[in-house]
């Protein structure tokens, strides 16, 4: 289990420097007492959408779902803005001449513990998944996920990282807008009429 | 208007418990009732289905936990002891009564949200579902304060027409 102890030294150098041996977790839990557990949300997302990726062969902790963007689904894959260091992105590009990724080049990201390759990030990319270069993506059957709300792990195959768009939210908001400024506009004539006969009558 | 819709109080900062021994995510701060430090546990009311409670009840014959009845807890990803959970105490151990009990020694956390590696510039950066969250609390604002308008424009409508009625 060399991957754990790595973890583990890491840990003490970050908080408190060499010199002292202290256990990581002991650390966050006084970190944790000025933290509400019966909180429903966290920085404005649901508990229940809250998911832990980690790598299916070892179980390192690759990102999470605060971090998680639209687009992943398409190519079978969970897109990700930010990932934890136990995910190592190959400096070489790797071109695809078959399958969904044919013809883009992307690096290769693998699991820093266990080198299992965990997923892609797209460098060149076609229209279709252009939006998807840049990010971390991770194949679903390479990673397993733990859910907060049902406090299960599961493969990530088993679930679906669909977020749904907020345009139609925007759009039904602009329209209330357009539908008020007419009003207002009509008000302002109807005034307006409603002062010139006054004047006229006076 | 704003203050109504921002949270109240501490936030919760959301992160797993994993087994030291083979990663599998024990708890999470959902379950989180507190940490207990001279025993180096962390207490929870609920765990993870990663988490085998023992079937057999053991009497604890340690200076500090003396006369208690409880069942080992254990990783189902590797098998190794990562706490207790206490069935039968005195009365100085009932606050950890029937609360699952892991070994700081035993675990690791995880803060959700605190992974750092990022090749997209910022600015560039798709909306992630944190900060879809913050959009969504911000178009729920609008919501508000354009209902508010709404309502002010048709009373004002009404109000006129029934002036244009009088003269
Ligand atoms: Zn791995
Ligand atoms: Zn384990």
Redesign the interface.
């Known amino acids: 289990m060399l991957c754990r102890d790595k973890r583990k030294v890491r840990c003490v150098e970050d908080v408190c420097g060499l010199t002292a041996v202290c256990n990581p977790v002991r650390e966050r839990c006084e970190i944790l007492s000025n933290s509400s557990f019966d909180s429903t949300t966290c920085r404005g997302v649901g508990l229940d959408e809250l998911v832990v990726f980690q790598c299916r062969q070892c179980n390192a902790v690759l990102g999470d779902s605060l971090q998680l963007c639209r687009g992943g689904e398409q190519l079978g894959a969970v897109s990700c803005i930010r990932v934890t260091d136990e995910v190592v992105c190959e400096d070489c590009l790797v071109i695809d001449y078959e399958g969904p990724l044919n013809g883009c080049s992307y690096h290769v990201l693998h699991c820093r513990s266990c080198t299992m390759k965990v997923g892609f990030s797209l460098f060149s990319a076609f229209a279709s998944v252009a939006h998807l270069r840049e990010l971390f993506c991770f194949l679903k059957q390479n990673i397993s996920c733990y859910i907060l709300k049902t406090k299960t792990t599961v493969p990530a195959s088993d679930l679906n990282f669909d977020i749904s768009s907020l345009q139609e939210d925007i759009d039904k908001l602009k329209q209330r807008l357009v539908k008020a400024h007419n009003s207002m506009e009509l008000l302002t004539q109807r005034l307006e009429e409603l002062i010139i006969s006054r004047t006229e009558a006076a | 208007m704003a203050g109504e819709l921002s949270?109240v109080?501490?936030?919760?900062?959301?992160?797993?418990?994993?087994c030291?021994?083979?990663?599998?995510?024990l708890?999470?701060?959902?379950?989180?009732?507190?940490?207990e430090?001279q025993d180096?546990v962390?207490l929870f009311s609920?765990?993870?289905?990663?988490v085998s409670v023992g079937t057999e009840q053991k009497l604890s014959k340690t200076s500090t936990d003396f006369g208690c009845l409880f069942e080992e807890l254990t990783c189902r990803?590797c098998s190794k002891i990562i706490g207790r959970i206490y069935r039968c105490t005195p009365k100085v151990l009932d606050f950890k009564r029937d609360l699952f009990c892991l070994d700081?020694?035993s675990?690791?956390?995880?803060?959700?949200?605190?992974?750092?590696?990022?090749?997209?510039s910022e600015k560039?950066?798709?909306?992630?579902?944190?900060s879809?969250?913050?959009?969504?609390?911000e178009?729920e604002k609008?919501?508000t304060v354009?209902s508010a308008?709404?309502t002010n424009?048709?009373v004002?409508?009404a109000k006129?027409s029934s002036?244009?009625k009088k003269?």
Do not use: W
Not at chain 2, 46 to 50: D, G, Q
Not at chain 2, 124 to 130: D, F, M, T, Y
């Open positions: 949270t109080g501490p936030e919760h900062i959301p992160m797993v418990f994993l030291c021994g083979c990663g599998m995510v708890a999470d701060s959902c379950g989180l009732v507190g940490n430090l180096e962390a609920a765990v993870s289905s990663n990803g700081i020694d675990i690791e956390s995880y803060v959700l949200g605190s992974a750092e590696q990022q090749i997209i560039e950066a798709p909306i992630s579902l944190e879809r969250a913050a959009l969504q609390q178009i609008i919501k354009l308008l709404e424009l048709s004002t409508e006129l002036f244009e003269s």
